[in-house]
């Protein structure tokens, strides 16, 4: 019976895939996880306990039936098994990749918190869609019927391209509007390979393509072509545009050339490897060989800077971070992984300003420590006087979040509402926003998250789309 292939945990122990050796992975941006076999996987799988209420079900954003999924594949039935993560989930072997289990699922398994280790959920959701990917089981979603209707996608990330997937399965016309010259936005290129490689993400967008889905690149709303023109087009409109500001540093020295923004830095990383030609990297001004690389910041991307300046042949990397280990925002599987090939973190200091003439030469660092908890929870920083020092850097990275650009004004909508944070104002149920036919997901709506939440987000909304589309005229103008 199915269940007696279960309940493991107590003689099978938790193994991840295999990782690549530090100094192997130090040299490429391949992924550096190996893949399980068929057997490692039906036998990681087995050790989910299929406990009455799953928690690793309800702290998955999409709500994924995991157990369910778990069981098929400890039973062989990969295909039921991928057919399953596919419902609920738009992109199960990107979410597999990076999303930060260690807080969501694996985090709140069952196991986990018994002492035997959790499931090791991420790793056979990766095992399942490749597999599906090599099977052909992965098809375009073309429609059964078409509809008349049309909805335009303002942003071709992991938001907008859920939501594309979901109308267009429903026959309803799709145009996606994206200012980079390929889609995919952050997945193509703000995260490096070497935890996402871009084929991955390329199959998926030519799956869309392959539907019926149009893409419309390098094209910027408010430039290009106006968002009044875009409504004009379509039956209902979609923003997914993200957050792509970035928060910036302040003090002496801040504006010296070899202090760069993150995403910038991340970009042209990934665009060389499409195989793009890129001045800023050839310059050296985005690149970090033979260089003394600080970057400041404590969440994933900071992890994702370290670890490619690292590949890029940097002399040193260093990793200021106001808070300590325990305290920062990234995935602790990013940092152990960061440690091991070779970056340095050093916890509890900030910048208060900047080194150099005509270009950065240090960071001149101020020691912290944590006082009492802050609104959040968390620990506060509190300066230690006097403890300053100077940290030799010929590049700096700032890696401290993103923030809203003002949409409303860059694209003519005043009458687009916003919060004080400047994210678009929409009902968290429905995703409709102040406009009539006009919807809103992902970072644009949560601030900078993650991407598992996009994800459902699209989804969500793409549900609201057909119920609004559904309507009759009069009611829909309203």
Not at 256 to 269: H, R
Not at 410 to 430: M, S, Y
Request: net charge negative; aromatic share 6%.
């Amino acid at each position: 019976m199915a269940t007696q292939r279960m309940l493991k945990f107590v003689t099978k122990p938790k193994e991840m895939p295999t990782k690549r050796s530090a100094g192997e992975r130090r040299e490429d941006f391949d992924e550096i996880y190996r893949e399980f076999a068929a057997e490692k996987a039906a036998e990681q799988a087995s050790r989910c306990s299929q406990c009455g209420v799953p928690y690793c079900q309800s702290h998955c954003p999409l709500h994924n039936n995991i157990p369910d999924w778990l069981m098929l594949t400890a039973s062989g039935r990969l295909q039921e098994a991928y057919e399953l993560s596919q419902s609920t989930n738009t992109f199960p072997e990107i979410c597999g990749r990076i999303c930060p289990q260690d807080r969501l699922c694996e985090g709140n398994c069952v196991i986990e918190q018994s002492g035997h280790g959790t499931v090791t959920i991420g790793a056979v959701e990766k095992y399942i869609t490749d597999t599906a990917w090599e099977q052909g089981w992965v098809k375009p979603g073309v429609p059964m019927a078409e509809r008349d209707q049309s909805v335009a996608i303002i942003g071709a990330g992991p938001g907008g391209l859920s939501a594309a997937d979901r109308l267009r399965r429903l026959g309803v016309q799709v145009t996606v509007y994206d200012r980079y010259d390929r889609a995919g936005g952050l997945l193509t290129y703000g995260i490096p390979g070497f935890k996402l490689e871009k084929d991955v993400v390329m199959r998926r967008i030519e799956q869309l393509e392959a539907a019926g889905v149009q893409f419309v690149l390098n094209c910027k709303v408010g430039e290009d072509i106006s968002f009044d023109a875009i409504r004009g087009k379509h039956d209902a409109v979609l923003i997914a545009t993200g957050v792509y500001k970035s928060r910036d540093l302040y003090g002496p020295g801040a504006e010296l050339p070899g202090i760069v923004k993150a995403l910038d830095y991340l970009t042209v990383s990934n665009r060389l490897s499409f195989g793009d030609e890129v001045a800023e990297f050839t310059s050296g001004a985005l690149n970090a060989e033979g260089k003394r690389v600080v970057v400041i910041g404590g969440g994933d991307t900071a992890m994702d800077c370290v670890r490619t300046a690292v590949r890029q042949g940097a002399t040193s990397v260093k990793l200021l971070y106001r808070r300590d280990r325990d305290n920062m925002p990234g995935s602790q599987r990013e940092v152990q992984n960061a440690e091991e090939e070779g970056v340095d973190f050093v916890w509890l200091t900030a910048p208060a300003g900047f080194e150099g003439d005509e270009a950065v030469t240090g960071v001149n660092v101020q020691k912290m420590r944590l006082g009492a908890p802050d609104a959040s929870g968390r620990r506060s920083p509190e300066l230690i006087e006097g403890a300053d020092y100077i940290e030799p850097a010929d590049l700096v990275i700032k890696a401290l979040g993103f923030e809203p650009e003002e949409i409303p004004t860059l694209w003519g909508v005043p009458e687009l509402t916003v919060t004080r944070w400047g994210t678009i104002r929409c009902d968290h149920a429905t995703h409709a926003t102040s406009l009539p036919g006009v919807y809103a997901v992902g970072d644009i709506v949560r601030g900078a998250s993650l991407v598992v939440w996009a994800i459902r987000d699209g989804r969500e909304a793409a549900d609201s789309i057909l119920d609004y589309l559904s309507q009759p005229a009069s009611v829909a103008a309203e």
